[in-house]
């Protein structure tokens, strides 16, 4: 199993950036998929998380109501779109898959596959 994340870059405070983690090697449809952040300094810290149908989703309580985790099994891609940005969510973004499907997964130690990251920096 191969990830791939893009999709970072650097915005403003109350921007909008939209991330991508490709999937390949596997069976996507069967894996939960998470998305984790790591700041400079600190540990990485789960940001959000998404069963194999969709339709189940678990957030971090700092970024509920302004990110939103999905996926495309047709595409076998995986998304965060990430709205109001603020200096504080700063960081190196990682995609990670589980194959418990549908287990939503909040400790990277859960997770078997990871993506190499991409930076996302805000500005005030």
């Known amino acids: 199993v191969q990830l791939q994340a893009s999709g970072g870059g650097s915005v403003q405070a109350g921007g909008s950036l939209r991330l991508s983690c490709a999937f390949s090697?596997?069976?996507?449809?069967?894996?939960?998929l998470g998305w984790f952040r790591q700041a400079p300094g600190k540990k990485r810290e789960f940001v959000a998380t998404?069963?194999?149908?969709?339709?189940?989703?678990t957030y971090r309580d700092s970024v509920k109501g302004r990110f939103t985790i999905s996926r495309d099994n047709a595409k076998n891609t995986l998304y965060l779109q990430m709205n109001s940005l603020n200096p504080e969510d700063t960081a190196v973004y990682y995609c990670?898959?589980?194959?418990?499907?549908?287990?939503?997964?909040?400790?990277?130690?859960?997770?078997?596959?990871w993506g190499q990251g991409t930076q996302v920096t805000v500005s005030s």
């Open positions: 090697g596997g069976a996507f449809s069967s894996y939960a």
């Open positions: 990670a898959a589980d194959l418990r499907g549908s287990h939503l997964a909040e400790y990277s130690y859960e997770y078997a596959y």
């Open positions: 998404i069963g194999w149908g969709g339709g189940s989703t």
